[in-house]
């Protein structure tokens, strides 16, 4: 069983910054791919930023040059630093990792909430 913990969600005000952290612990093999999806009210799920175990980052356009992600491979643990965030930024962001062998697992999700 893999547990995908979150932490790091809040409210903030537009043009500030938050950061999240998610750790995976449990029986796991390799983990291929750690990122960050996110879902507003009434909108479908969709990508924010992933990073693959070799380092390589993929973001959306609507975040790229604002967030950045990385990976501390050691510790299974994943961030998203998210600045000059925006009123649209809002949602719930939800933790993914792609794990060999295994399949995608979610977490529970923390919510940004960006406004004045």
């Known amino acids: 069983h893999v547990q995908l913990v979150e932490s790091g969600g809040g409210l903030v005000r537009p043009g500030g910054s938050l950061t999240l952290s998610c750790a995976a612990s449990?029986?796991?093999?390799?983990?291929?791919?750690m990122g960050w999806y996110r879902q507003a009210p009434e909108k479908e799920r969709e990508l924010v930023a992933i990073v693959s175990n070799g380092g390589i980052a993929m973001y959306a356009d609507s975040v790229s040059g604002r967030f950045t992600i990385s990976r501390d491979g050691a510790k299974n643990t994943v961030f998203l630093q998210m600045n000059s965030l925006k009123p649209e930024d809002t949602a719930v962001y939800y933790c993914?990792?792609?794990?060999?062998?295994?399949?995608?697992?979610w977490g529970q999700g923390t919510q940004v909430t960006v406004s004045s």
């Open positions: 993914y990792t792609r794990i060999i062998d295994r399949g995608d697992y």
């Open positions: 449990g029986s796991m093999t390799v983990i291929s791919t």
